[in-house]
């Protein structure tokens, strides 16, 4: 079993993101340690990209910050390589191919496996050029998450077959971001996936508040939020890892609600 695929033993997962670097880096390894004791699952580590395409304006002006800050890649691996002194859980990467490639695929997979990190995320990379990165994840232990989207519905059950760690389901079309509405048939999507795989799936892109967290967790695997704790590490700076903490603490409440 994949170190991810423990993030779902224990019922419904709760999976935070995090933008690596805003306001610096400190701050980011001090919210994750908090968000870690605080019950979350796994924890998405996002590196910061100067054309994040899929992340809605919140996330993207936390890109921005950061990589005003001076945040790098190789800084960031070296934050996660102390971090996994405090934090046991799960991590993976969510980032763009222009930053792996930039690197190199080789090199990249190899840090992420000596920094103790778990997997990656492309939300640019579809289906048909996943092998450009995922031969290489497995050498090296780590899980390439695919993404299925609202309108994948013809390719959910490809998608599933070959998904590793778990299948990451966009609820909405458009970009990251709050909404007050979810409107997709998540259940519908989720049946198909797990008709075609074992792997859990849970849901990310719109979820903000408990209520919306424990009815996507009711019809997947878990929840995924981003937006919402990027714009209080926006709202608080330095003083932000405990508020991120007391969300997520409430966050996790709402996922397990629904069982």
Not at 102 to 126: H, Q, T
């Amino acid at each position: 079993m994949s170190n991810i695929a423990k993030a779902f033993e224990n019922g419904k997962a709760f999976i935070p993101f995090i933008t690596c670097g805003d306001p610096d880096l400190e701050t980011t390894r001090r919210a994750v340690i908090e968000m870690a004791n605080a019950g979350a699952d796994m924890i998405e580590l996002g590196i910061p990209f100067s054309d994040p395409t899929a992340e809605g304006p919140v996330i993207q002006a936390a890109n921005e910050r950061a990589l005003r800050g001076g945040v790098t890649t190789d800084r960031i691996f070296d934050m996660v390589r102390a971090l996994r002194g405090d934090v046991s859980k799960p991590m993976v990467f969510m980032t763009y191919a222009n930053v792996v490639f930039s690197y190199g695929i080789e090199r990249f997979c190899k840090r992420c496996a000596e920094v103790g990190m778990d997997g990656m995320i492309l939300p640019d990379v579809p289906y048909e050029e996943k092998e450009e990165f995922a031969p290489t994840c497995r050498k090296y232990g780590l899980d390439f998450v695919s993404l299925v989207a609202p309108t994948s519905e013809d390719r959910v059950a490809m998608i599933a077959k070959e998904a590793e760690g778990f299948l990451y389901i966009v609820s909405s079309l458009g970009v990251t971001g709050e909404r007050r509405e979810i409107t997709t048939d998540i259940g519908h999507i989720a049946r198909l996936v797990r008709a075609n795989t074992s792997i859990p799936c849970a849901v990310g892109f719109g979820i903000s508040t408990p209520e919306q967290a424990g009815h996507m967790a009711a019809l997947t695997d878990g929840a995924i939020v981003g937006s919402a704790i990027v714009r209080l590490m926006a709202e608080y700076g330095a003083e932000a890892p405990a508020k991120v903490g007391e969300y997520v603490k409430a966050m996790k409440a709402g996922t397990v609600s629904c069982t």
